[in-house]
């Protein structure tokens, strides 16, 4: 049985002062196991983000429904934890808080809290760094943070929202490392949505490619490269394949997009 | 060379600051003590502080400082405790919102200093009519300023507690709440400092203590000077409470500094 299914997932944005309604996303048909690693790629403005946010809960879809664990979803919750582009740790608590503030809010008793956020820290590299403003920590240490806090929900799935998008080159190879690392020891259901193609190749178990808004499915590409994997795995020819392969895919939907814009 | 946007050495800053306070000061002594323009509209420097001096020791001044100061701090604690809730509750319910919004908008325009012939009807010359006064004058400003920041609050915050399962209620009470209080501290300390003119227009009419009232009482005896020194304290005690305010919120909020 699959962990997360879409079942004809679109969405249409309403017209802008009584323009023409707009399509964001064509019909979504998608079927995820448990345990899967599965990154969404698609050039900008496909839609790829409204999909994840549908699956979220953050939006509604407007035709068609999600399912996770067979239950429908119909707004966030704690079963779906989220790691957002934005930096968006609350600043005004520390690491440790930030981190312990799902479980928190579900009212799990301070003890246990403790025990989770410590594990968490560890997880993610963060020792020392406990009692640190938000503001006072790097880009990849607050996305690094904001992975241990939507993990110490232990969700049922795991949505990350181009993540790394805004991080110097070097600190995302490291995070992409860092975080195939937590999967290949914990284990969990993943949809990581990302433009870059080297990205979604490295991290996934399966890459979708969307096309074009309109978005829809365009491919579904399994990669089945051997785990752990290492950085040098971008330059090994297996992988180079993939990638010529995806670039083509993506280039076309880019230049479709390119042309509406200038029509 | 001056350049455009260019930063100020931190020691220079403070000499250009105090220089303005001392050309200012050189200029009024200039025309008062070398007799450009007439004593009995403008004191010089030294008889001011001589009447002020006097006004301590003799006229018990600092008691009219004091009931001013309570009736300033007094009106804006009223007006806070009711202002903020209302304001929170606005900018995070649409509905509450749309209920109070176009009445606040109106109210806040609402002249204070008119409302004191009023005031005094209901409440007479009393304590409670100063602070009334006060509270009419600041109470619609926060709220209203407050309504906004609050609405404003960045939505991808409210976002990721939703996803890390926060209820409504937490919502409101963990997220919107602590994100906006260094910005609502701060709306408090700017309309502190409009409460401070709302007083002495409050003192300036029936009334019979507080610095307004001793401003008054000057001007019909052409005390000059001591309507200087008035003046002057009103700026130094604003000044300090402001300091105060700084450094509150600056404690409270060690998150918030850039």
């Given amino acids: 049985m699959s962990k997360l299914l879409i079942e004809g997932v679109s969405r249409t944005f309403a017209g802008v002062r009584g323009g023409v309604p707009v399509q964001a996303l064509q019909p979504v048909e998608l079927s995820v196991s448990a345990n899967d690693f599965i990154t969404i790629l698609g050039p900008s403005g496909c839609g790829k983000s409204t999909l994840l946010r549908i ?5 509604a879809p407007s035709t068609g429904r999600v399912l996770l664990d067979g239950k429908a979803v119909t707004r966030p919750g704690p079963d779906r934890g989220m790691v957002f582009q934005s930096y968006t740790l609350f600043p005004w608590l520390t690491v440790a808080e930030n981190i312990g503030f799902g479980l928190r809010e579900q009212g799990r008793p301070e003890r246990e809290r403790n025990e989770v956020v410590a594990s968490y820290i560890d997880l993610v590299g963060l020792k020392g760094f406990e009692n640190h403003w938000p503001k006072q920590l790097s880009g990849g ?45 914990r284990k969990k259901t993943v949809l990581f949505v990302t433009h870059d193609i080297e990205e979604a190749i490295f991290m996934a178990s399966r890459v979708i490619v969307m096309s074009a808004r309109p978005g829809r499915i365009k491919s579904d590409v399994p990669v089945d490269l051997p785990h752990p994997r290492h950085y040098t795995l971008k330059t090994s020819p297996e992988f180079s394949a ?16 390119a042309q509406t814009q200038s029509a | 060379m001056l350049r455009p946007l260019h930063p100020v050495a931190p020691g220079t800053r403070t000499v250009l600051g105090v220089a303005f306070f001392v050309l200012f000061v050189a200029f009024w002594a200039w025309i008062t003590l070398g007799g450009h323009v007439n004593r009995i509209f403008l004191a010089d420097p030294l008889s001011m502080l001589k009447d002020g001096w006097r006004l301590l020791v003799e006229d018990r001044f600092w008691l009219d400082i004091l009931i001013t100061i309570w009736r300033v701090f007094g009106g804006f604690v009223l007006a806070s405790i009711v202002a903020v809730p209302i304001g929170i509750a606005m900018g995070a319910w649409k509905p509450v919102e749309a209920f109070l919004e176009p009445f606040v908008s109106f109210a806040r325009y609402l002249p204070a200093s008119a409302f ?17 006064v006060i509270f009419v004058g600041s109470v619609f400003q926060i709220i209203l300023i407050i309504a906004v920041k609050v609405g404003g609050t960045r939505r991808d915050l409210v976002e990721a507690a939703y ?36 007083v002495i227009v409050a003192e300036l009419i029936g009334s019979s203590s507080g610095i307004g009232y001793m401003i008054i009482n000057s001007q019909s005896r052409l005390a000059t000077g001591q309507i200087i020194f008035g003046i002057i304290v009103i700026g130094l005690i604003g000044l300090l409470s402001d300091f105060a305010f700084k450094a509150l919120n600056r404690w409270l909020y060690p998150w918030s500094l850039a």
Avoid at chain 1, 158 to 183: C, H, K, S, V, Y
């Fill in chain 1, 55 to 59: 699956v979220a809960g953050l939006e």
């Fill in chain 1, 141 to 185: 240490m607050q996305q690094r943070t904001a992975i241990a806090r939507a993990l110490a929900n232990d969700p049922a799935i795991l949505l990350l929202d181009e993540p790394f998008g805004a991080l110097d080159n070097q600190t995302r190879g490291l995070m992409q490392e860092l975080l195939l690392g937590i999967w290949e020891r």
């Fill in chain 1, 242 to 257: 993939l990638k010529a392969q995806l670039t083509e895919d993506i280039r076309i939907e880019a230049m479709r997009t």
């Fill in chain 2, 116 to 132: 004191i012939p009023l005031l005094i009807l209901w409440a007479g010359i009393g304590e409670l009519e100063k602070l009334l």
């Fill in chain 2, 163 to 198: 996803t890390l399962g926060a209820t409504d209620n937490g919502i409101v009470k963990r997220v919107i709440m602590p994100a906006n209080a260094p910005e609502i501290a701060e709306t408090l300390r700017l309309v502190l400092g409009w409460a401070w003119t709302y």
